[in-house]
């Protein structure tokens, strides 16, 4: 079974930081990792999907890496802003899995003025 | 998303009833979930469908029931509720898309979710 791990649980740092949020899978078969971002009181949003083939997307200030073989991925924020403040989800589509995504539990983060 | 729509926002119910927790769309997508959402847990799933004569269990459908009776709705039903099915609840689409580079986009878009306790 697919379990999904997301380290730090919360993080703060000060506006204008670049910072590195960090999720590990167990099973390396997946067709893909997607990362969300949850607000309070609104639903999750897609920031960036990786394909299994691919091994970095980048949006903006965002940039996802996949190394499948060591089942992790990590999203960097450069120049955080306090609009970022927000908790990032990681999910993994598994191989096999009929399309299911299997979440972390994700990362709150605060961006400090 | 503003094209996923949940309601409730917010419930409040007694153990033992039989609660409807609706999802609408209007993005065309044949794919929509139901998740919930526990504090310190992941999104887990309940049930998914990709088509409106599809219906398939997901991780934790057990206490739960859903309908697809359209295309753009899929509706979660709690037979009888009972307090630790206290959750936040999302709704979520998705269309299967090829990709320019090759692959497919499965991007889920999520609707605002369902507050639901269960006293």
């Known amino acids: 079974k697919q379990e999904v791990t997301q380290i730090p649980a919360a993080l703060s740092v000060p506006e204008g930081e670049n910072l590195v949020l960090n999720c590990s899978f167990t099973d390396s078969a997946i067709y893909n990792l997607q990362w969300f971002r949850q607000d309070p009181g609104k639903g999750l949003t897609s920031l960036l999907l990786i394909q299994s083939s691919q091994r970095e997307q980048t949006s903006g200030r965002l940039n996802a890496s996949l190394d499948k073989s060591s089942g992790r991925s990590t999203l960097y924020i450069a120049a955080s802003q306090p609009g970022d403040s927000a908790t990032y989800l990681c999910?993994?589509?598994?191989?096999?899995?009929?399309?299911?995504?299997?979440f972390g539990s994700g990362t709150q983060l605060t961006v400090l003025p | 998303d503003a094209d996923v729509t949940q309601t409730p926002r917010n419930r409040i119910t007694k153990t033992g009833k039989r609660i409807m927790l609706e999802c609408s769309q209007t993005k065309g997508h044949d794919r929509m979930y139901w998740y919930r959402q526990d504090p310190g847990l992941g999104l887990r799933l309940i049930y998914y469908?990709?088509?409106?004569?599809?219906?398939n269990k997901g991780e934790i459908s057990d206490g739960y029931s859903v309908s697809r009776q359209a295309q753009a709705k899929f509706s979660l039903s709690l037979e009888s509720a009972i307090p630790n099915q206290t959750a936040l609840y999302f709704c979520?689409?998705?269309?299967?898309?090829?990709?320019?580079?090759?692959?497919?986009?499965?991007?889920?878009?999520f609707g605002p979710g369902t507050r639901l306790l269960v006293l």
């Open positions: 979520a689409t998705s269309v299967l898309k090829p990709l320019a580079g090759g692959g497919l986009d499965e991007t889920q878009y």
């Open positions: 469908s990709f088509d409106v004569k599809d219906i």
């Open positions: 999910a993994v589509m598994s191989s096999g899995s009929a399309r299911q995504l299997t």
